[in-house]
């Protein structure tokens, strides 16, 4: 499935919840949005709390795609194309380097 399809998808589950109306008690904001990104990652990272083998790779499927559902949604209030941005990306990370030791 590509990105703008999900992207739909995602735009209508927000919207069948209300959550881009006026009065909602989740709005939909920028920062709204990006302070869930996190804390969505930081459930992700449950998952290695404590071990190196993931207990439960369901649950993580489902924490994972909760970080997806909120990065585009970010992405795609602010107008960021976030296909476009990762090619952008991977082009630069091409010519960068990373040095084996931090210094």
Same mark, same amino acid.
């Given at each position: 499935?590509?990105? /703008? ?8 589950? &927000?919207?069948?919840?209300?959550? =881009? ?7 939909? %904001? ?8 996190? &804390?969505?990652?930081?459930?992700? #990272? ?10 439960? /790779?369901?649950?993580?499927?489902g ?5 997806? #559902?909120? @990065?585009? $949604?970010?992405?795609?209030? $602010?107008?960021?194309? @976030? ?6 990306? #991977?082009? &630069?990370? =091409?010519d960068? %380097? ?6």
């Amino acid at each position: 499935m590509d990105l /703008k399809t999900l992207e739909s998808l995602m735009h209508a589950f &927000v919207k069948s919840k209300g959550w =881009y109306e006026d009065d909602s008690p989740h709005p939909q %904001t920028a920062k709204n949005l990006a302070i869930s990104l996190v &804390v969505e990652a930081a459930e992700v #990272l449950e998952h290695f709390q404590w071990d190196e083998e993931v207990v439960d /790779k369901s649950a993580l499927a489902g924490e994972l795609a909760d970080v997806m #559902l909120y @990065l585009l $949604q970010l992405a795609s209030i $602010q107008e960021i194309d @976030l296909g476009q941005a990762v090619l952008d990306k #991977l082009k &630069v990370n =091409y010519d960068r %380097t990373w040095d084996e030791k931090r210094k």
